[in-house]
């Protein structure tokens, strides 16, 4: 059974900073894997989706890659700003959805 | 686009009630999921459908809980009777290709 954990469970920056999530996954025959950013009482927002056959993808300020092989992505921010104050999630899919737990981003002005 | 649409978004009902809870997906979407997050088991996935057939109900707790997708634009999950664990947010998603998938804003359920 795939289990996803994401390290650290919280975090606190000051604004500007560039900074990384981390997730990892026991199964590495996945189809993709999928961040998203959840804002308190909110639904979840995708942020970046990248497939098995991928390294990374880009959006914005926003960077994730992929290792298959060890298990692992990263979300990287870059230039944080206290607007990226959100939990976020990262979720693998081998026909079947797995979340992790979230990391919960603060960024202090 | 106004994305994935779910009602409610707030539920109190007590327990035993029978609970109705409603998604629309994105037009053109062919896949819709259901989850429920608690604080204790975060996200899970309960059940998904493909052309509107149910494809993996293996995440549905209980017998107490149905889903249905009569047509491509409306899902329902069903909780009968409600106990105070439902206590939850649903959130449905859709999905263009079965993968990336879109959510919806949750349904807060408060089952007293």
């Known amino acids: 059974k795939q289990e996803v954990t994401q390290i650290p469970a919280a975090l606190s920056v000051p604004e500007g900073e560039n900074l990384v999530l981390n997730c990892s996954f026991t199964?590495?025959?996945?189809?993709?894997l999928q961040w998203f950013r959840q804002d308190p009482g909110k639904g979840l927002t995708s942020l970046l989706l990248?497939?098995?056959?991928?390294r990374e993808q880009t959006s914005g300020r926003l960077n994730a890659s992929l290792d298959k092989s060890s298990g692992r992505s990263t979300l990287y921010i870059a230039a944080s700003q206290p607007g990226d104050s959100a939990t976020y999630l990262c979720?693998?899919?081998?026909?079947?959805?797995?979340f992790g737990a979230g990391t919960r981003l603060t960024v202090k002005p | 686009d106004a994305g994935v649409i779910q009602s409610p978004r707030h539920e109190v009902t007590e327990m035993g009630q029978e609970v109705t809870l409603r998604c629309k997906p994105i037009?053109?979407?062919?896949?819709l999921f259901w989850y429920r997050q608690t604080m204790m088991r975060g996200l899970e996935l309960l059940i998904y459908?493909?052309?509107?057939?149910?494809?993996?109900d293996s995440g549905m707790p209980e017998d107490r809980f149905s889903a249905k997708m009569p047509n491509a634009s409306f899902s329902t999950l069903k909780i009968q009777p409600s106990e105070p664990r439902d206590s939850a947010v649903y959130f449905c998603?859709?999905?263009?290709?079965?993968?990336?998938?879109?959510f919806g804003p949750g349904t807060r359920l408060t089952v007293t």
């Open positions: 998603a859709s999905s263009p290709t079965g993968r990336e998938q879109y």
């Open positions: 199964d590495s025959a996945i189809y993709n």
């Open positions: 990248i497939q098995s056959s991928q």
């Open positions: 979720a693998v899919d081998n026909n079947d959805m797995r």
């Open positions: 037009s053109g979407h062919n896949s």
């Open positions: 459908f493909n052309n509107n057939v149910p494809i993996d």
